[in-house]
């Protein structure tokens, strides 16, 4: 999630968790925003100002622990899923709470069929439910992208987990430089978060459209010393990905947007997913909203740049992508047996927000157990979206859950509990016997 890692937060000590054993199978255009009302600017500026708070405040409690991961398989003995309809009742449920999202859907795939639950709009005022074509961004989920760049870069020998920022980014801080690409990717590298820097937050809140120079935010806390020894505490951090992508980068010569294109993008036949680097949203999108109730719904779609989050949490993408891209990187697509171990050794720590069940994290990919088994995937908070994205680890099923409000444990607590009750009945009926719409 893009905003304060919560510096007054204790960070957890690691503990980690052997990889869980097999189970069997059970360039698009850009266009500008629609331009607001010529009487709204007083309006608009105040909805700009209240996203920046919001992205501030939104990680005050980021990385508690919901409990210790757990060995488990992807399903099996759990009860059954809730029904397609109890599903319905309670995406709409979600989206009529005071300061619930205005727009939601969740898409249910299963050995090639998908199942989709909608509720709400896509842009309050037009009646145009929310579609999985429809452009959203994905916050931290995005860190998952990085991730699988990362992971294949390893595999074919251009990076090592175990490489250093030392030896690939040597001019980062010299206290910085024992910290390990893999300890980058589950969280336990101690790097300050440059999202919590005053200078960083001040010229944010000045200007949320600001062209930030994406390969030099960690600058903003070069002068921070670690938060604790690399490999000794879990402590999420945006630093970390900003991290991993300038990494790749040093190992290959090539941009991080490359990378993802061609490691990412193409081999999971990604067509509009992007990293773009400004605030307009590509056509369709789902409008995302500040919901302060009893305060209007106000459109925060493009109150900020992506340049602030790159890394960390500025990909757009659709539902439809997402879930294609979470079966490929939850399944190990690509991946040999020796990376795909280590993606999936956990240690104690959520995503943020915290994902359905227990959480534990892996590399760039986290681990939920549910009462009806796991899933592997990451969860995602910006202002005006939240996102959910999971899979099976035999890459055969997935499921997305995509709101058009940012709902984490400080803007909105009580919903974000039933928001996760909600997502662990996803979960289960994702891993019911049955397929997604009912047949066996």
């Known amino acids: 999630m893009l905003g304060l890692a919560g510096a007054d937060r204790p960070a957890r000590a690691v503990r980690a968790t052997p990889p869980f054993q097999e189970v069997p199978p059970v360039p698009t255009r ?95 005022g037009t009646g145009r439910p929310p579609r999985t074509g429809d452009h959203m961004r994905i916050a931290s989920t995005a860190k998952a992208f990085s991730g699988s760049v990362a992971l294949h870069l390893a595999d074919r020998g251009a990076l090592s987990l175990d490489d250093t920022l030392g030896r690939r980014l040597p001019r980062l801080p010299s206290a910085w430089h024992r910290v390990t690409l893999r300890q980058l990717l589950n969280h336990t590298s101690g790097l300050p978060d440059y999202t919590e820097d005053p200078t960083f ?46 990494m790749a980068e040093a190992a290959t010569g090539q941009r991080y947007e490359r990378l993802l294109a061609e490691l990412v993008y193409r081999p999971l036949g990604l067509r509009r997913t992007t990293l773009p680097q400004g605030y307009r949203l590509p056509e369709p999108y789902l409008h995302g909203y500040a919901t302060d109730a009893p305060n209007a719904p106000e459109d925060v779609s493009t109150v900020l740049s992506a340049s602030g989050v790159w890394a960390s949490g500025g990909i757009v993408s659709t539902p439809r992508d997402l879930g294609a891209f979470i079966r490929g990187y939850a399944g190990g697509r690509g991946l040999g047996p020796a990376v795909r171990r280590q993606q999936l050794t956990f240690v104690e720590g959520s995503s943020e927000p915290a994902g359905p069940g227990r959480n534990g994290a892996g590399l760039a990919l986290f681990s939920y157990t549910t009462r009806c088994g796991t899933v592997y995937g990451h969860t995602g908070n910006f202002p005006g979206y939240t996102q959910l994205a999971a899979g099976t680890k035999d890459g055969k099923r997935s499921l997305t859950v995509s709101l058009t409000s940012q709902v984490n444990s400080t803007t909105n607590p009580r919903l974000l509990a039933t928001l996760r009750a909600l997502q662990e009945d996803f979960v289960c009926r994702l891993l019911d016997r049955r397929e997604p719409g009912g047949k066996r």
């Open 30 to 124: 850009h266009l500008p925003p629609v331009p607001p009302h010529p009487d709204r600017p007083r309006r608009q500026r105040a909805a700009r100002r209240g996203a920046v708070v919001a992205v501030l405040a939104a990680a005050s409690l980021a990385g508690l622990l919901t409990g210790p991961a757990h060995a488990g398989g992807d399903g099996g003995d759990g009860p059954h899923g809730p029904s397609d309809r109890e599903l319905r009742r309670g995406l709409q449920a979600l989206v009529d709470t005071p300061g619930g999202p205005p727009g939601a859907v969740a898409v249910l795939t299963a050995d090639g069929h998908s199942e989709v639950y909608r509720a709400g709009t896509s842009q309050i």
């Open 201 to 246: 937050i001040a010229e944010l809140t000045a200007d949320p459209r600001r062209r930030f120079d994406s390969r030099k935010l960690l600058d903003y806390v070069a002068g921070d010393p670690l938060r604790f020894r690399p490999g000794s505490a879990y402590r999420y951090s945006n630093s970390d990905n900003i991290a991993v992508a300038l």
